[in-house]
Structures are given as structure tokens and as C-alpha cells.
């Protein structure tokens, strides 16, 4: 069964950081495609960043330049580094994935089948 559970979130001040991270289990890691959602209240949810089998690498372009995805396939975890906070990027934040590679569309939500419950990100 897979599952994974974020930690990370937070209050912080606009300007600040945080690092997400997401760990997974249940299924073999290096062969997924991984990402960061995040959904705000009232909100459409985002495809905010999302890291391929192959380490290729997208990102939204309302946080592109200021957050990092990345992944450590020796521990099984995912991590989202968030530097120059703003108000707007308050929401909740979910760890997603799914078998194989993405190859496109790595921000769309129908992508990926499988999610984790969310950490929520709060920026005052």
C-alpha cells in the first residue's frame, strides 16, 4: 500500500522559508513520478512542483526561482524547500506521485493517483 505523509508546515513570516517533506513507503520510490500540489481555501488547486523517474524537474511559474523540489532515493522522501514566503502561497500542501514517468502535463493534477493527506503552509 502506498502512503505518503508530509511534515514541514507551518506559521511563518512573508520573506521566511520552510521545507516540506514528504515520506513515502509501500512501493519502490526511485520509480515514481513525485510532486506538490496545493490548494487554498475558496481556491482552484495548483500543481506547484514536480520531480520525473528521471530527476527532471517542473515547476509553477508563481513560485518558480523561489521553491526546490528535490528527493533523497536512498531514504524514500521528498522534499519542496520554500524560500521568499509570500500570503499568497498559503494553503494546504499535498505530496503526490505516481508509477512511472509523468513525461508531460508533470502539473496536472490527473496525473497522479496517489496522495497524501497535506501539511498546511500559513504565511502572516
Known amino acids: 500500500q502506498v502512503q505518503l505523509v508530509e511534515s514541514g508546515g507551518g506559521l511563518v513570516q512573508p520573506g521566511g522559508s520552510l521545507r516540506l517533506s514528504c515520506a513515502a513507503s509501500?512501493?519502490?520510490?526511485?520509480?515514481?513520478?513525485m510532486g506538490w500540489f496545493r490548494q487554498a481555501p475558496g481556491k482552484k488547486r495548483e500543481g506547484v512542483a514536480a520531480i520525473d523517474r528521471d530527476g527532471y524537474k517542473a515547476y509553477a511559474g508563481s513560485v518558480r526561482g523561489r521553491f526546490t523540489v528535490s528527493k533523497d532515493n536512498a531514504n524514500g522522501t521528498l522534499y519542496l524547500q520554500m524560500n521568499s514566503l509570500r500570503p499568497e502561497d498559503t494553503a494546504m500542501y499535498y505530496c503526490v506521485a505516481r508509477a512511472g514517468y509523468c513525461l508531460s502535463s508533470r502539473l496536472s493534477a490527473q496525473k497522479y493517483n496517489f496522495w497524501g493527506q497535506g501539511t498546511q503552509v500559513t504565511v502572516s
Open positions: 509501500g512501493y519502490t520510490y526511485s520509480s515514481y513520478c
